[in-house]
């Protein structure tokens, strides 16, 4: 009996956490008065962690749930509903999508397929992209990366656009949307919770990981960003991927990284380097993110995308 009382007193914990075996315990942690993000994995999407990686976000109002990038794909979304039921029982009311990146948005399927009135908002451009080959592109992507287990999973669109300036209400809870121009992407929005004075900032911070800078994208746009975001009344900054917190632990690293990145290129650039003498300089004078997921791999692209920056600046 006593047994059976100890087993009894163990089984909701050990079952709260969402298990991606050899990846890690998944589950939303509050961050806030009644926000909570789900911190994912910081590496690419593979088999292991099924396409789940990025930061799911949710604020739980009177009468549901606003959720912030549900996830990369139909089933992340899924586990991603099943982890806010074990939050509450409230209905998904509405959903941000922060950027075009499959990672962050294929789960709008799930929560469609749940919660059919929930609106989305996003982008315009977003919007758009997300109903041509970019979107079908994403869907491959996943599918390849995570050998199959994305299988099923379809474009569903955010319904509703956003620019920057815009404040809206939804079940009493105010959201401001900020979005200046190209910067990890060209149809980004970092989402601001008003009440708790949380900023949803979407791939314009990275923390602890290295992600990708496309040919829509902006690194200078991006350098600009975060500096704006500095000035915002913030207390919680929830970036892309990694560990939330004040704009030191979670955004400053980012921002540090950009503007040593740009300094060293504009000095290769001014005294005539090849990119891989500039590599070479950049691999050693920012060897404190050499730690960071995917560092290797992207700090030869990243020196190459600000070297293009930098030539048409000077053109
Ligand atoms: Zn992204």
Avoid: C
């Avoid at 319904?159 to 939804?170: A, H």
């Amino acid at each position: 009996m006593k047994k059976l009382f100890i087993l009894m007193l163990l089984l909701p914990l050990s079952s709260h956490a969402w298990v991606l075996p050899g990846v890690g315990d998944y589950k939303f942690e509050s961050i806030a008065d009644q926000v909570y993000v789900m911190h994912g994995p910081l590496q690419e999407p593979s088999k292991q962690n099924q396409g789940f990686m990025n930061n799911p976000g949710i604020i739980v109002s009177k009468n549901g749930v606003i959720l912030i990038d549900p996830g990369g794909t139909y089933q992340v979304g899924k586990q991603v509903l099943s982890e806010i039921k074990k939050i509450t029982a409230k209905p998904v009311l509405a959903v941000f999508n922060s950027h075009i990146h499959g990672d962050h948005w294929l789960g709008n399927q799930a929560v469609k397929e749940q919660y059919p009135k929930a609106l989305i908002y996003a982008h315009p451009n977003m919007i758009a992209q997300a109903k041509t080959k970019v979107g079908s592109d994403w869907i491959n992507i996943m599918q390849r990366l995570t050998e199959g287990a994305s299988k099923g999973t379809r474009v569903v669109a955010p319904d509703k656009p956003v620019q920057q300036g815009d404040e809206i209400v939804v079940d009493g809870q105010r959201f401001k949307v900020h979005s200046s121009g190209p910067a990890h992407t060209d149809t980004d929005v970092m989402v601001e919770h008003v009440n708790s004075k949380t900023l949803f900032m979407g791939d314009n911070s990275f923390n602890k990981r290295m992600g990708r800078f496309d040919s829509s994208s902006s690194m200078h746009g991006g350098i600009k960003v975060l500096n704006y975001a500095k000035t915002l009344d913030i207390k919680t900054f929830v970036p892309g991927h990694g560990q939330s917190g004040d704009f030191d632990a979670a955004a400053r690293q980012f921002l540090e990284y950009l503007s040593t990145l740009q300094q060293i290129v504009k000095q290769g650039y001014e005294r005539d380097l090849e990119d891989y003498e500039i590599k070479a300089v950049a691999e050693k004078q920012l060897h404190a993110f050499k730690d960071w997921a995917g560092f290797e791999e992207r700090i030869g692209k990243h020196v190459f995308k600000m070297y293009l920056e930098i030539q048409a600046t000077e053109l």
